[in-house]
């Protein structure tokens, strides 16, 4: 997020899209009902009827996939009212005029075209957005798990770029991280492009600070993704180390992932529980949890935060960084010398510009948000305030492109994907919580009641859903909160396993799968079928 | 513009005796506060709106002919505040003793929730247990709402409204209300349902929030009998981006429940159904103790640490001899600590040189 939660109550107006906050996120959005409480005016655009739009003054329904094509018809009707924020253009951004001149063909009659949301709308939110003393953008993986990701998260950028939407307090472009870590994986360079601290691997200066941190040379080309080490599982790929990762359930087209695991000559799991993905491992370890273990997480507003140990771990469980290390030294590698996790979190701060300044005790209370490049740096909460990290904020020629793939004959009906609020990723953790099950005792699959009555569905009764790739059987519910055509079920539960379905295609930049679109047909079917 | 402390208008008044400042827009309350004075309060919540409901936050100010409730009334220039006088000791004392007059119990274990003890704290504070009075009682239990979390003990309820209003205000759910009055009033949902038929997302907020255990955290409860004292440990949810701060509460070495961090920086006391109930998978028996090799059965086996990394090293080194250092490819996680991610990605880079390593966030 380039802004701190605590502005969440302080726009004027806010747009979310592809975000299902109120689920996913749940304590910001109680922040940005008070920023409504307050007055603010809420946008939101989503093709589900989702909790955000019932507290929205404008609910934009967007089909699944066509996020690119509405803010392009925003981005027009702002470049044609004049709504631009010229100063901050010429001040603070670069290729703007292209940009500006690139957007007059999008007009919002277009937009409607693609997006089936009437131009009037689209028009209306463009002019609240811009026109705003205060507007700040939320999204999710509602906008990033699309064959586009890129695009509508680079269209989203123009928006702020164009109308000054950044930098200052209750602005911003603000992705909500779903995992509680995932912003700190990132940070500590489990990436293939990236150090820790986000230092490029390409660059020869980082090469050779690391070589002088660590004793060896690291290759200077970039890692191949995830996506595409399971692309080469048996072949170029031989041995995989995966670390709390339930690869099989929660990626895309399960089939294909599993045939890739079962082909290498050696997979190592490093797990709390034996989930699906453990059980095809040659070597399970275990690990201690979340309670059991000291250590440090990042949010998704970049604060840099304490976990600690409450009670010990069950059995031999370890902290994975001890795992990790006993593996390293058996390899014979250096530098896996760790005593604890402050050891290792303050060899963190050596190495990375933006913990440069941070060590194990000051982050005690959890007040610091990154960068913080030096000792005695406050943090920094707000992104952008003085100036863009690489001089100037770049416009970018967005074009839209269709999913990887669409309704037809075959497949008639969209089937998107998400999350449910009782509910985390495959249930290894809520499903093993006392209780939870009161709340969402199984899956469905949700379908407007014209389509169910259309298709013969009956609410309660069962459903088989098929997709290019795979097929499922699911309970069917009614509810107005699937647009017509469209179908929603979540990945939590094992017996419903719906990334059987998903995957087909990926952002050809970030290799993120495009799990919220997928062509699927419905019929009602009698369970046990299967 | 948002209009900073800094740029307020500053004044002065006089605490017990004490010239002291404030700024536009405080109450006596806060301004009390802020010196360290002990004014006791039970509708007040300092994430909420004033309320001025309970009056047990009374103080005397000059002028004013009748003792005034300092959580509503503004500051204000010159005002002569006491905060602690025989007759205010009195008055709350009184207070208390009507409060309790309704109420089947006043102790409660501390386990129903974050605020349970304030009345309890309260009434013997001010040396309350009298008897004086004998009340008629609101609020009635709604025993049949068989929910896992909540509790819904009304018999001790005060009406302090802390609940409708936190669901309210903080949450934006608005799933409870109030019902009737006066020794009829009653917490309810909107059809006097169950919690799970109304717009209630078990935040558990109502509860932590409740000064009296009329609401408590079910959970927790079943370790009231669990031996040994409470200790809490202050971390942060396992669960999404957010990062809302909690505290474990523990007694030995099993979790016994969970409270928000009210000083949590990115939650600042609010948590969601997930962070506040869903955890105690870690103590599952389901959880792996030991490590796993296959065998030659094609099965998995427990074994000893020892087998278990020789077999995983033997393996990687193997890999690396046959096929190189692109052969092998790591994933971190986005669940566990920095440390762990940390670690995963030097293993690979240090250890074999490559930058084949990634997270889970693709998915
Ligand atoms: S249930 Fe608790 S918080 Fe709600 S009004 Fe009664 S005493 Fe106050
Ligand atoms: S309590 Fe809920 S909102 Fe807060 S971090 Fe946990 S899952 Fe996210
Ligand atoms: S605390 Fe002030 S009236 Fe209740």
Redesign the interface.
């Known amino acids: 997020m380039s802004n701190p939660l605590a502005d969440m109550d302080k726009p004027t107006v806010i747009f979310c899209i592809g975000t299902n906050m109120t689920e996913a996120h749940p304590v910001a959005a109680t922040r940005l009902k008070k920023a409504i409480a307050n007055g603010a005016k809420l946008i939101v655009a989503d093709p589900r009827r989702i909790g955000l739009a019932d507290i929205s003054d404008l609910y934009l329904p967007i089909r699944v996939g066509s996020d690119a094509a509405l803010l392009l018809g925003m981005a027009h009707v702002i470049q044609r009212e004049g709504l631009v924020n010229d100063v901050f253009m010429a001040d603070r951004t670069t290729e703007g005029e292209t940009f500006l001149e690139h957007v007059k063909q999008f007009t919002p009659e277009w937009a409607e075209g693609i997006t089936g949301v009437p131009a009037a709308d689209i028009e209306q939110a463009a002019l609240w957005y811009a026109q705003a003393e205060r507007g700040a953008i939320y999204y999710t993986l509602g906008i990033t798990e699309h064959i586009c990701g890129v695009d509508n998260v680079q269209s989203l950028c123009n928006l702020a770029l164009m109308t000054g939407n950044i930098g200052r307090e209750g602005t911003g472009i603000n992705p909500m991280r779903g995992q509680n870590n995932i912003q700190g994986a990132g940070d500590m360079g489990a990436l293939p492009n990236n150090y820790p601290g986000f230092q490029p691997v390409t660059d020869p200066k980082n090469q050779e600070k690391f070589e002088k941190a660590w004793g060896i040379k690291v290759d200077l080309e970039k890692g191949i993704t995830k996506v595409t080490a399971l692309d080469s599982c048996g072949d170029a790929i031989r041995a995989m180390i995966i670390d709390g990762e339930n690869t099989v359930v929660t990626d895309p087209n399960r089939d294909h992932c599993e045939k890739a695991l079962k082909s290498l000559d050696l997979l190592v799991v490093i797990d709390i529980f034996l989930t699906d993905t453990a059980k095809m491992a040659d070597v399970v370890f275990p690990a201690a949890a979340w309670g059991e273990v000291d250590g440090t997480q990042t949010n998704t507003e970049r604060r840099v935060q304490r976990l600690r140990k409450a009670i010990d771990p069950p059995g031999e469980a370890k902290p994975d960084w001890q795992i990790l290390q006993m593996l390293a030294q058996r390899m014979g590698f250096q530098g896996f010398e760790h005593e604890s996790a402050k050891d290792i979190f303050n060899e963190v701060c050596s190495l990375s510009p933006t913990y440069y300044g941070l060590d194990w005790d000051r982050i005690e209370h959890g007040e610091y948000q990154w960068p913080v490049p030096e000792k005695n740096h406050p943090g920094t909460p707000r992104l952008h305030e003085d100036g863009f990290i690489n001089g100037r904020g770049i416009f970018k020629l967005i074009n839209y492109r269709d999913p990887a793939e669409v309704i037809d004959d075959d497949y008639p009906v969209w089937l998107t994907t998400g999350r449910r609020l009782q509910a985390y990723h495959t249930r290894t953790q809520t499903g093993r919580s006392a209780g939870i099950d009161y709340l969402l005792p199984e899956e469905v699959l949700e379908v407007h009641p014209d389509d169910a009555a259309k298709w013969g569905l009956v609410d309660g009764e069962w459903a088989e859903l098929a997709s290019r790739r795979g097929k499922v059987e699911i309970k069917v519910r009614t509810t107005n909160r699937s647009p017509k055509g469209t179908v929603f079920a979540s990945f939590s539960f094992a017996d419903v396993p719906i990334n059987a379905l998903t995957g087909s295609g990926y952002d050809p930049v970030t290799q993120t799968a495009e799990l919220k679109v997928c062509a699927v047909r419905v019929k009602p079917c009698k369970k046990g079928v299967l | 513009m ?1 209009m900073t402390a800094a740029e307020a208008q500053t004044h002065c008044m006089t605490l017990d005796g004490v010239e002291v400042q404030f700024v536009e827009g405080e109450t006596i309350y806060d301004v009390a506060r802020r010196y360290h004075k002990d004014i006791p309060t039970l509708c007040y919540d300092e994430r909420l709106e004033p309320f001025g409901g309970c009056r047990m936050c009374v103080v005397q100010v000059e002028g004013m002919r009748s003792p005034v409730a300092s959580c509503t009334m503004p500051a204000a220039p010159d005002m002569v505040v006491q905060t602690q006088t025989h007759e205010i000791d009195s008055h709350r004392k009184t207070l208390l003793e009507l409060l309790i007059s309704e109420n089947r119990e006043v102790d409660v274990d501390p386990l129903r929730g974050y605020a349970s003890q304030e009345l309890a704290t309260l009434v013997d504070a001010y040396d309350a247990r009298t008897g004086r009075f004998e009340g008629g009682q609101s609020g009635a239990t709604r025993d049949d709402d068989d ?3 909540i509790l819904r003990d009304y018999d001790l309820c005060i009406s302090c409204y802390r609940c409708v209003r936190v669901c309210a ?4 759910d608005y799933a409870i209300s109030i019902m009737n009055r006066g020794f009829a009033t009653q917490i309810t949902t909107e059809f006097n349902g169950l919690l ?1 038929d109304s717009s209630c ?3 558990g907020q109502c509860v932590q929030t409740c000064p009296t255990g009329a609401l408590g955290d ?2 927790a409860m079943r370790h009231t009998d669990t031996p040994g004292e409470i ?1 809490k ?13 909690v505290d ?1 509460m ?1 007694k030995g ?3 016994v429940g969970l409270q928000p961090a009210m000083d ?4 600042e006391g ?6 506040q ?8 028996p ?9 065998g030659d059965d094609g099965e ?1 086996h427990e074994t ?2 020892d087998t ?6 033997d ?5 690396l001899e ?2 190189g250092r ?22 690979i ?3 074999f ?11």
């Open positions: 948002i929910n896992p979390f205000e903080h949450e934006g799970k997302t078990f935040c079910k959970k200790e440990t202050r971390t942060i949810c396992p669960y999404c981006g957010v990062g809302c701060a474990l523990t070495e099993t979790i949590g920086p990115a939650n609010a948590l969601c159904v997930k962070g109930f869903a955890y105690d998978f870690i103590q599952h389901d959880r792996l103790k030991a490590p796993m090799v296959r998995l000893d640490w278990a990394l020789d077999r995983a090293a393996g990687l080194k193997r890999v046959q096929h692109h052969s092998v490819y790591g994933v971190a996680s986005g669940r566990a600590p920095c440390e762990a991610a940390y670690s995963m990605q030097k293993f880079r240090a250890g040189g490559t930058n084949y390593i990634d997270n889970c966030s693709r998915a």
